[in-house]
């Protein structure tokens, strides 16, 4: 007779530990058996003994071993990112559990934008540390790609991004929404004009952040619709290099009202004009993913950011996207 009909309880599957699944991580992450130990804070033998026991229950190798080194196997390199995301939801967890103690769970790993992060988060971080004094947030900057890549495989929380998200499967809220301006050389012919038009850019170079960004995408779309020519023999590394090398003749290039805000206050070798019939704009979010049991906590951090943003609105240029 089966065991359901003698109403024994089915085995339990096997399921790999938190421990397991924290040290199979660490050690890819790592790449050095001694290394991942000492971050998992165990000794190495444990640290490998625990890694052999899941490898045999999963029926897979998932650490290619060498001398003094360690990294994925095929297989690790497909588990890796799940593994990943069942660690962010036993994080999830535990910061919910927090939630009554008013911290946004107590830790927050924000990624930002690096044509955001500089100019906002000087303004947002005091704020919400006075509302939040025991939250802890840990803040990577990256491209906007590899930010989402972050976000979808769980060694993110939220990520602070301009729009679009090219992920299928995260929430978000729309912060604001800001101008993005053309900057051009003050002894370039055209920087006597008040009003640019697309059809006057046409030969004209531009310089851009390399691709992963948002700006990237822009400038391409601009180049496409006005016949200027993109300048692919060297990609800004930030909109402040962006910004010298225009001063100096290089090109000209897009600058978001959030940049200008901060940076162009003593700036006199550049002038920013709007394009006519073809306005830039770029809209700011929050995002999360979709299955995050912290959706209350990021909502707070979004007012947060758009509280921030708010103090930069006085030239019109940046509008706050009310609820």
């Not at 900057?141 to 972050?150: A, F, I, K, Q, V």
Request: some cysteine.
């Amino acid at each position: 007779m089966a065991d359901k009909d003698r109403g024994v309880p089915a085995a339990m599957p096997f399921r790999p530990t938190n421990r397991q699944l924290q040290y199979f991580v660490s050690l890819a992450d790592l790449g050095h058996f001694g290394a991942a130990a000492r971050a998992c804070h165990v000794s190495q033998p444990t640290l490998s003994a625990q890694l052999k026991l899941l490898e045999e229950q999963l029926g897979v190798a998932l650490i290619e071993r060498g001398t003094g080194s360690a990294c994925p196997t095929p297989a690790g390199t497909v588990i890796l990112p799940l593994a990943r995301t069942v660690l962010a939801g036993l994080d999830e967890i535990v910061a919910t559990a927090s939630l009554g103690a008013g911290n946004l769970g107590g830790l927050i790993r924000l990624g930002v934008a690096p044509t955001i992060g500089p100019y906002v988060m000087p303004r947002m971080l005091p704020h919400l540390h006075d509302r939040h004094p025991r939250l802890e947030i840990y803040i990577r900057e990256d491209r906007p790609l590899t930010l989402e890549s972050g976000l979808a495989d769980g060694s993110l929380d939220c990520v602070l991004t301009p729009l679009p998200l090219t992920g299928e499967r995260f929430e978000s809220v729309a912060i604001c929404e800001e101008t993005v301006f053309l900057g051009i050389p003050t002894e370039h012919p055209i920087a006597r004009e008040k009003r640019i038009s697309v059809k006057m850019l046409s030969g004209e170079r531009l310089l851009t952040l390399g691709k992963g960004h948002r700006l990237f995408d822009q400038v391409q779309d601009l180049c496409d619709a006005s016949g200027a020519r993109l300048r692919e023999d060297y990609e800004g590394t930030s909109l402040d290099a962006l910004r010298q090398m225009v001063s100096i003749g290089m090109g000209l290039s897009l600058f978001p009202a959030t940049y200008v805000a901060f940076e162009f206050a003593k700036e006199r070798n550049v002038v920013l004009r709007e394009i006519g019939g073809w306005p830039i704009r770029r809209t700011i979010c929050l995002a999360w993913r979709q299955d995050s049991v912290r959706r209350e906590h990021f909502q707070s951090l979004a007012s947060e950011a758009k509280t921030a943003f708010a103090t930069l609105t006085d030239s019109g240029s940046i509008r706050v996207i009310d609820d």
